[in-house]
């Protein structure tokens, strides 16, 4: 089916600064000693949306169409019909495998199929993290959201799947990437949703905050449907790993209430793998999937509806 579409308590506390971070960024060791490469598969320093590359224009082309795009009636939407969950079924592993086909237009560091950057986050986290196997598990299905670019799970165009996340239905924050372009988005003068606060109220909690649709949002939705029994934490950092207007800026924190702060503190953990672990070293897949299998089998049901 194709969607018309208009043109917690858990393991240790983790200090929300990064740990290990001299004053070179390119000298950055992760918790446990992860050694970050010194820049993406591009030779750019990692997110640098102005940096000349090849991939440069096509991904500020890829902001624009999406913030013009992205309107609070427009996720709305999205959520109505991507929450019934009724497009297919079939377990999490298929769903990794599919990704073998995707391509993120948006990311100007990696250019590989994504299945590529599910395992090589999902590892570098298993190495520093041993005893957090729900974390190594959301490493692997953060991105698994990204199959709506697929045919049958409606061919979304890419600015409706990929790209960083931010509220609608509030004001749209200066941090966000390629900010100028929403002065096109039709909810930028519109009063109800151009303020601070906008349709939201002071720590109202982000569970109850619309976020532009796409991966991060349906991979959400998707575990909650099926009953995943992965901790809250897991849940927040697959709902909200685009979101780097919070998490790496600090913007939207007016919004969060008290278990959305203690779940940032694993989200920025996690960020800093989903961000640094892109490279061009390969993941041996058959070699790492019982393992992964494993925790899948714990998690999650057998087969799951999408």
């Known amino acids: 089916m194709t969607i018309p579409i208009a043109q917690p308590e858990f393991g240790v506390e983790i200090e929300a600064e990064e740990k290990k971070i001299p004053a070179n960024e390119n000298e950055l060791t992760l918790d446990g000693g992860f050694l970050v490469p010194e820049t993406n598969s591009f030779g750019q320093n990692f997110r640098d949306y102005d940096a000349e590359s090849v991939r440069q224009e096509g991904v500020e082309n890829f902001y624009r169409v999406n913030h013009i795009n992205q309107t609070f009636d427009f996720v709305k939407r999205m959520r109505e019909e991507y929450g019934k969950v009724d497009k297919v079924e079939m377990s999490i592993w298929e769903c990794c495998e599919l990704l073998n086909d995707v391509v993120d237009e948006s990311d100007p560091d990696l250019d590989e199929p994504q299945i590529e950057h599910l395992l090589q986050t999902a590892e570098a986290i298993r190495k520093d993290y041993p005893n957090e196997d729900w974390l190594h598990l959301t490493a692997l299905i953060h991105d698994l959201g990204k199959v709506l670019l697929l045919p049958s799970f409606g061919e ?42 906008g349709v939201y109220s002071e720590g109202c909690g982000l569970n109850n905050v619309m976020m532009s649709w796409g991966h991060d949002d349906y991979m959400y939705l998707v575990a909650k449907e099926n009953n995943a029994t992965l901790p809250s ?22 919004l969060m209430n008290e278990e959305d702060n203690e779940n940032l503190k694993w989200l920025q953990v996690f960020n800093k793998y ?33």
């Open 156 to 197: 979304l165009p890419q600015w409706a799947v990929v790209g960083d996340t931010f509220p609608v239905g509030c004001a749209f924050d200066e941090s966000i990437v390629h900010h100028k372009y929403f002065t096109q988005n039709e909810d930028y003068d519109n009063a109800a949703y151009n303020t601070k606060f």
């Open 233 to 254: 934490a897991a849940l927040f950092i697959i709902r909200y790993h685009s979101f780097y207007a919070l998490h790496k800026s600090g913007a939207y924190k007016h």
């Open 274 to 306: 989903d961000l640094y672990s892109k490279s061009k070293v390969r993941v041996d897949v058959e070699e790492v999937k019982p393992y992964y299998l494993s925790l899948i089998q714990k998690y999650f049901p057998e087969k799951l509806r999408w």
